[in-house]
């Protein structure tokens, strides 16, 4: 078989563009004993591959130059070296933005075959952006009924399950989403009490008007002025799950002052606020039990999800740049 | 009898002065049933009180211009009229910078008479800041035996005894403090492993040196460049409890920039951080179960602390305007 891969050429410095990654091309290895081929059918896209592009400390090493680029996948087996899986079998995988793979079969999931729902679920609501959403939530933020909470990229694969979440949990639920579409489909679609656009100039205020006995709860997948609006709002004993902070991660240097680091301490003092970075691997004890309440919510027609699908490998470097600008609703997948 | 007490004359922009503050004389009232009046023996002086003489939002109302200073107090009961309380009991009260007080008698906690410990432990190692430390450190920063504790403001009332109950539960304790004499008794008398000097200009790199596995727990007091040079040093899921930010309490603005927020936010997500703000009033179902445990160790000699005795409340506006600059060790009292 003749594989084709996307690797990176470069680092970018701020936004990343084409030159920062190659396509390449090459023959599949034969199969050692224990291994499998793969045929990618999905190949997830997500904020968090920026942040591999990148040589400085973080909790993963980043990719290398000249090496394929990482990503969750749903795959079928075309040959298999391994008795537990046969070819047709549908697995979740982590072999990147290629269109062939050859890897150990211990440690690939099988994709439930049950029809009902399709498989590119395992990659969104069913696969690491519901469980991101689920557990830092659910695990990390603690939502009570009656409490406010704040849901930034709400129309994106984690913020959208983040708040219907927090709906089935008795919260009123404010997004905070890019642009008016967004806004009505998270209102519309998806049940939230209210979404602000982050774009208005009258953010800060909105959020007040939408807000009236202020925020729990904030899940953060953005900072900068988004942060800057929800943290004055907050109350006392608020809880902020850190998921991401996509506004931040083209930065090549830190934001002009003043330094609002020491005004942020002094609110999570006199609040007693509580925030918490996380990482979705952190929880991976907890899966089955994000499986079996998210499966039975989504078949219940309790979470809704939508899918923005790039058309092959060609389209996923645009699909790639776009997602960092907000241009998706919903969780972003390629389709090989 | 003739009362004298402090009063707040205005609010102080940057550092307090004398003429923020007013002495009064008045004579004081008779007692109502259920009420005493109290004599202070003791008045502790706190990094707190300057957050009260600020008219801003905090978790505690300000104190009003013209009210007498807020601030913890032993006191000996000169008059009863609550059967509950004799003359000549010794009281834990909240009855602030003056002489004599009258006050009702229910919330008043009678001080061990038991003559092991002077009563001014009811202020420091076994009251307020005691419990400060022993419920933040414990209850909020979770150390593990074996990890590495940083403590700032580590020659203070709640520093000391921070750092010497995470030795006490087979930490590695780093205390950082102002100037070589607080360094020498915070690591001789009390314990530490090792203190640094906030105003060296290698901080960093001593900090660096100090704590070769990085930081798992770090205890705030101080905020500002302490914070900025111990946050980079965090281990992954490290905790900060914040219980004080002295080096901003009398910031009038912002400080420059750049703008160190969002980088702040980047490491809490990477690391997964949890930064808790926290109040010792907060904690106050676990008075009882502090006031065994600590007793206990000031008793068997495993916990030491140090008081500042400063002579009478002519004297307790320079006290408390040193306190501030961080002339203090250990807790700062005033010996009425």
């Keep these: ?41 999905y190949l997830s896209l997500d904020p968090y591959m920026r942040g591999r592009m990148t040589d400085g400390p973080s909790y993963a090493a980043p990719v ?28 979740g995988a982590f072999t990147g933005w290629q269109e062939f793979a050859v890897v150990p079969a211990k440690g690939l999931r099988k994709v439930p075959g049950d029809g009902k729902l399709p498989v590119s679920t395992a990659l969104g609501v069913l696969g690491m952006p519901g469980m991101t959403a689920w557990s830092g939530l659910l695990l990390l933020g603690q939502p009570k ?27 009123r639920v404010v ?11 998270v209102v519309n679609d998806l049940g939230f009490d209210a979404c602000l656009d982050h774009r208005s100039p009258t953010l800060a205020t909105e959020l007040g008007a939408a807000c009236p006995k202020g925020i729990d709860l904030y899940f953060e997948n953005v900072g900068g002025k988004v942060f800057e609006a929800v943290l004055p709002r907050m109350n006392d004993f608020g809880r902020i799950p850190v998921c991401g902070l996509i506004s931040q991660y083209n930065a090549t240097e830190l934001p ?3 330094d609002r680091s020491q005004k942020l301490l002094l609110t999570v003092l006199t609040k007693r606020l509580r925030i918490s970075g996380f990482i979705v691997s952190d929880f991976m004890p907890h899966w089955a039990d994000f499986q079996r309440e998210m499966s039975g919510w989504v078949r219940e027609g309790r979470i809704h999800y ?31």
């Design 64 to 91: 290398g130059i000249g090496k394929t680029m990482v990503g969750g996948t749903v795959c079928e087996v075309v040959e298999s070296a391994d008795p537990n899986l046969q070819p047709g079998d549908v697995v």
């Design 256 to 258: 002009s002052g003043p």
């Design 1 to 41: 078989m003749t594989n084709r891969r996307i690797v990176l050429a470069s680092r970018p410095v701020g936004e990343p563009t084409h030159e920062n990654f190659r396509m390449e091309s090459e023959e599949t290895a034969g199969l050692c004993e224990g291994q499998v081929l793969l045929k990618t059918l």
């Design 306 to 336: 939508r899918e923005q699908v790039v058309d092959g490998l060609d389209n996923a470097i645009d699909g790639f740049i776009g997602l960092l600008k907000g241009a998706n609703t919903g969780k972003m997948l390629v389709k090989m």
């Design 175 to 185: 997004g905070i989403a890019g642009g008016p579409e967004k806004c009505a489909h």
């Design 145 to 171: 009924a009656g409490e406010t909470v704040v849901v930034a990229a709400a129309a994106g694969a984690v913020g959208s399950a983040v708040g219907q979440i927090a709906k089935i949990k008795g919260c």
